[in-house]
Nanobody, 117 residues
């Protein structure tokens, strides 16, 4: 069983920056895709960014150019650097990893990001 521990959320003013981290531990065979999703109140959970083992990235259009996803394969950790934050970025951010040959999905507990105007 894989455990994900997220950190780095908080309250920031518009235009500010935050860095989220998510470390995977437990019975890890191999980590494949890693990513971040977010869910605002009353909304569905949406993709923010993903990164493959080789480092190929994909971003939601609303965050492209402001957010950067990266990973440290040796530490089984994924990061999300968020710059130029906007009030509409306010949400609970969830880490997601796909593990093992069957790409089983695991989710973090979520970390709140609040951007004030």
């Amino acid at each position: 069983q894989v455990q994900l521990v997220e950190s780095g959320g908080g309250l920031v003013q518009a235009g500010g920056s935050l860095r989220l981290s998510c470390a995977a531990s437990g019975g890890i065979l191999s980590i494949n895709m890693m990513g971040w999703y977010r869910q605002a109140p009353g909304n569905q959970r949406d993709l923010v960014a993903t990164i493959t083992t080789a480092g190929s990235t994909n971003y939601a259009g609303s965050v492209k150019g402001r957010f950067t996803i990266s990973r440290d394969n040796a530490k089984n950790t994924v990061y999300l650097q968020m710059n130029s934050l906007k009030p509409e970025d306010t949400a609970v951010y969830y880490c997601n990893v796909q593990e093992g040959p069957w790409r089983k999905n695991y989710w973090g507990q979520g970390t709140q990001v609040t951007v004030s105007s």
